[in-house]
């Protein structure tokens, strides 16, 4: 069992950054895939960021974040962060980390474990 809790989500304005973190319990933590999610309202979730494993050097980035976030782990704290940085109001969204194992698709949003979910709301 992995138990996920996401912080620092908040309010910014376009151009800014902020740096959200997921806590995760478990020692399993460095082998599983680590994964940022959004979810707009009225839009389906989407993977914005992947981490394949606490040893790996491998990351995924959606291309409407790539070269903004980037992805991170901390063995050491259990907890993997995704700085984001020129923050744009498309970005405003529910960010979500997930784990899994051996996801089938590294990408999609079956991942068998979730957080609750931080909210990012970027004004223009």
């Known amino acids: 069992q992995v138990q996920l809790a996401e912080s620092g989500g908040g309010l910014v304005q376009a151009g800014d950054s902020l740096r959200l973190s997921c806590a995760a319990s478990?020692?399993?933590?460095?082998?599983?895939?680590m994964g940022w999610f959004r979810q707009a309202p009225g839009k389906e979730r989407e993977f914005v960021a992947i981490s394949r494993s606490a040893l790996s050097t491998v990351y995924y980035y959606a291309d409407s974040v790539k070269g903004r976030f980037t992805i991170s782990r901390d063995n050491a704290k259990n907890t993997v962060y995704l700085q984001m940085n020129s923050l744009k109001p498309e970005d405003t969204a529910v960010y979500y980390c997930a784990a899994d194992a051996n996801p089938a698709i590294v990408t999609s949003v079956d991942y068998a474990y979730w957080g609750q979910g931080t909210q990012v709301t970027v004004s223009s």
């Open positions: 478990g020692r399993t933590f460095s082998t599983h895939v």
